[in-house]
């Protein structure tokens, strides 16, 4: 797409990536470009920066942690971990899978105040994710559960080292931030996203000898590559999304630097590494045990490291021999920030870089066949053939799921049921055909309970007396059975899994059948050509209506 006059938000702007796309997206003449990166002082320097390049356009910096809701955006994590309050709110959060939750995170108010036409994403997720390590996390939690075993106490450590463990969960989060993204872009109608992605171990394989001072293999690092895949195939699955942005990703598979080679104080973590000094009349003993806590005897010298490095950016700080180790040939390598902002602003603009790792991924998949299209008619005869001589309806079994698919199938035969045709479902009232239904789903035992069997509820037209089976599909939460029936929350199950009776409901399926039937017309009768395959010939509206085409077209 064009770039000129747009608004653009860069996430992860200031960084070593962000910096160098935010000035190759500058040479496009935008209207403006969002900097958003994880403290104000990093925001608010990355667009003064970049605003002495030009006075052209507008930038603005946001700040703030984009994996958690507003309140806690500016906590480190250790903020958040140190209080219960926010540790079960994020857990909440994230494993809460309610659409007003989504609304609450600082990324999708961000993206809902920004309006950007075009999102570049060069925040680090799988590390942002990955290095929460679920795995210290899980084995502090699995020392204390074994204590409370043999005492018969559960010790109020133990609660905040299992409420940290639920806020460590890797795909949860990952899962959360993406359906957050997509929702805030859906909504204000973003054209274009593209993730500058990772591959965790900078192209290098399980044997990775690079682990940040981790022992090898690191789980961490592993998990990292794990959390990145996922992310791919979620990026993947939200660019088949027919409401979706166009969505793009690149990937670089080796190192990326670098942003400055200087002398001074080395950071790990943003903090100076101070110095220490263990005289050798000191010498620690190793004959019977090794403490890994530091003894008396270690000195500090009251001074911070200091030394000539490169900064690579997310990738850390390096001496001149790590970097010469890890960037010689057969080891990781590297790649420069420009190389990878040309790249994004190609996909952007629609060029083909050949390095979009969606669109590889969506030519390398095995997709429908011919074939299987030929089959597909045969494997329907059969089964209307068996349906025909069994006299056994084969409606839906609750096993493709969701429950809402069951309820519209089942609502559809029930209309079929009950008027047969399109035409005749339409030339009937809805009056009428709730009364019909409800006779029909009182008087036959064996129709009643093949739906109720299998989860799904349902609502008399009175709304407020229903049937069902041993157990429901909706509502469900794991934390209770009893909920308040009220009736915003039965308009509601009756949306997402009960089969509605109320007129109300047969209401819905009229503007649904002349939304169907007013589509198939816009087709000209004389228009034979291969344009539209749901026409009027494809519905044959006098004949017994086909429920499951009438779904699958809804």
């Known amino acids: 797409m064009e770039i000129k006059g747009k608004n653009i938000l860069v996430l992860g702007g200031w960084g070593l990536v962000g910096t160098a796309i935010c000035r190759v997206l500058i040479e496009r003449g935008p209207a403006s470009i969002t900097i958003a990166s994880l403290t104000r002082e990093q925001a608010e320097s990355a667009c003064e920066e970049l605003g002495e390049l030009t006075d052209k356009v507008k ?70 994710v990955a290095y ?18 043999k005492s018969k106490n559960i010790s109020d450590d133990l609660l905040t080292k299992v409420e940290t463990l639920l806020d460590s969960l890797y795909l949860p989060q990952l899962v959360r931030h993406v359906q957050v993204i997509y929702n805030a872009m859906k909504t204000v109608k973003t054209k274009s996203y593209v ?43 939200m660019a088949r999304t027919p409401d979706a942005p166009y969505v793009k ?38 004959t019977e045990k090794f403490d890994t806590k530091a003894p008396d005897a270690i000195k500090p010298l009251g001074k911070n490291l200091e030394g000539v490095f490169i900064d690579t950016g997310e990738n850390g700080t390096f001496s001149l021999g790590e970097f010469t180790a890890i960037t010689t040939s057969e080891q990781m390598e590297y790649i420069t920030p420009e190389e990878i902002a040309q790249t994004v602003l190609w996909e952007i603009e629609g060029g083909a870089s050949g390095h979009d790792v ?9 997709t429908s066949t011919y074939r299987a299209g030929i089959m597909r008619s045969l494997a329907l005869e059969k089964m209307n053939n068996l349906v025909e001589e069994h006299q056994d309806g084969s409606v839906a079994y609750e096993l493709l799921g969701p429950p809402r698919l069951s309820k519209l199938l089942w609502e559809a035969h029930l209309l079929k049921r009950a008027a047969s045709s399109i035409d005749n479902v339409l030339a009937t009232s809805a009056e009428e055909l709730s009364t019909k239904i409800a006779e029909l789903v009182k008087s036959d035992m064996k129709l009643r309970s093949r739906i109720v069997s299998i989860g799904i509820p349902i609502l008399l037209p009175d709304g407020k007396q229903v049937l069902r089976g041993s157990f429901v599909k909706v509502p469900q939460d794991p934390r209770k059975t009893v909920f308040d029936a009220t009736q915003e929350n039965i308009n509601h199950w009756c949306e ?56 699958g077209w809804l």
């Open 249 to 286: 990703e690149v990937k670089p598979a080796t190192a990326i630097a670098w942003k400055g080679i200087k002398h001074g104080e080395i950071l790990k973590g943003g903090n100076p590494i101070p110095l220490f000094d263990c005289p050798p009349e000191n010498a620690i003993s190793v």
């Open 59 to 128: 930038f603005f910096p946001e700040w703030g942690n984009i994996f958690v809701r507003n309140e806690m955006k500016d906590l480190t994590r250790d903020e958040i971990l140190g209080s219960r309050e926010n540790r079960l709110t994020l857990a909440e959060d994230v494993l809460e899978q309610t659409p007003n939750s989504l609304q609450k995170f600082f990324l999708h108010d961000m993206i809902m105040r920004r309006k950007p036409d075009i999102v570049v994403d060069c925040v680090n997720t799988a590390t942002g």
């Open 132 to 149: 929460q390590d679920v795995y210290s996390a899980g084995l502090k939690v699995l020392k204390d559960v074994k204590a409370a075993h």
């Open 358 to 366: 969606v669109g590889a991924i969506d030519a390398s998949i095995l």
């Open 195 to 237: 993730k500058v992605g990772t591959s965790g171990t900078g192209g290098m394989g399980l044997n990775i000898p690079y682990t940040h001072s981790e022992d090898k293999p690191s789980r961490v690092l592993l998990s990292k590559t794990s959390v990145a895949g996922a992310h791919s195939l979620l990026l993947f699955l």
């Open 496 to 551: 997402t899994g009960w089969l509605d009776l109320r007129v109300s409901n047969i209401e819905k399926w009229h503007d649904r059948l002349n939304k169907l039937l007013s589509h198939a017309k816009s087709v000209a009768a004389n228009d034979t050509s291969s344009h539209s395959l749901r026409d009027m010939s494809f519905w044959h509206t006098d004949k017994p209506l086909n429920e499951g085409e009438i779904v």
